[in-house]
């Protein structure tokens, strides 16, 4: 891996998520676009204060811009994680859209430890590649916090800040590498509020038939529905 190319890859992305030329970069970075362009083929070596003035000017955290190799998170002797998130430094998520009936995969990547039962995240939703997983159409930012019942995920979209989701998973005793949660949020299409049941792993899953009939409404969850007059996922 070139470390080089990665970074100036992530600040293309970042850059064009941001709808900015390079020309009107170079404007707010105070770097000519020949220069720029150099950075983002990986051709020069970014020093740290350009990098961090780079991701001050598009909005996202340094972090964003860093390469992470995905290995085991170091957290404190202390840290309160549950066994499902024990480890990692990035876990997966699907659900079903049925505005055009496809799975939308996720990566939710764990940038540190902010207290002892909470982490700082970044989640990339809809992306089509997962070598490129950050050119994706959703970017959030925020943090998740574990509790004995349950683990909370309270996220902010980082190009729509009205859009404020947050994502509830049921603690359980059984150990599994997949689980359940609730997604709560915001649609833009239409725009109206929404919740949603969404699958968590440790692994990436195939997306195929079986993985979307599970991500599916299900008979039972109606059931559910009709019988407490709350969407509900178990």
Request: with cysteine; net charge positive.
């Amino acid at each position: 891996m070139n470390i080089n190319i990665e970074i100036g890859r992530l600040i293309r992305i970042a850059r064009k998520k941001s709808g900015l030329t390079l020309v009107e970069f170079s404007k707010l970075v105070y770097k000519n676009p020949s220069t720029l362009s150099k950075y983002e083929k990986g051709e020069i070596v970014l020093d740290i204060p350009t990098l961090y003035h780079i991701a001050q000017v598009l909005n996202i955290d340094i972090e964003q811009l860093l390469i992470r190799p995905h290995r085991e998170l170091k957290t404190s002797l202390t840290a309160k994680v549950p066994t499902f998130f024990m480890g990692l430094s990035q876990f997966y998520a699907y659900f079903y859209d049925g505005r055009n009936n496809s799975i939308v995969p996720c990566v939710v990547d764990l940038i540190s430890q902010l207290e002892e039962n909470r982490f700082k995240v970044v989640m990339y939703m809809n992306y089509k590649d997962f070598n490129n997983y950050q050119e994706c159409e959703n970017t959030y930012t925020g943090y998740i916090e574990h509790f004995d019942a349950v683990t909370n995920i309270i996220l902010i979209n980082k190009h729509m800040p009205m859009e404020k989701p947050s994502i509830q998973i049921l603690a359980s005793q059984l150990e599994a590498d997949r689980k359940w949660g609730l997604w709560t949020g915001f649609s833009t299409r239409p725009m109206m509020p929404v919740s949603m049941k969404m699958l968590f792993s440790r692994i990436r899953l195939s997306e195929d038939t079986e993985l979307l009939n599970q991500l599916r409404i299900s008979k039972e969850d109606i059931k559910l529905y009709r019988l407490y007059n709350m969407f509900m996922v178990i």
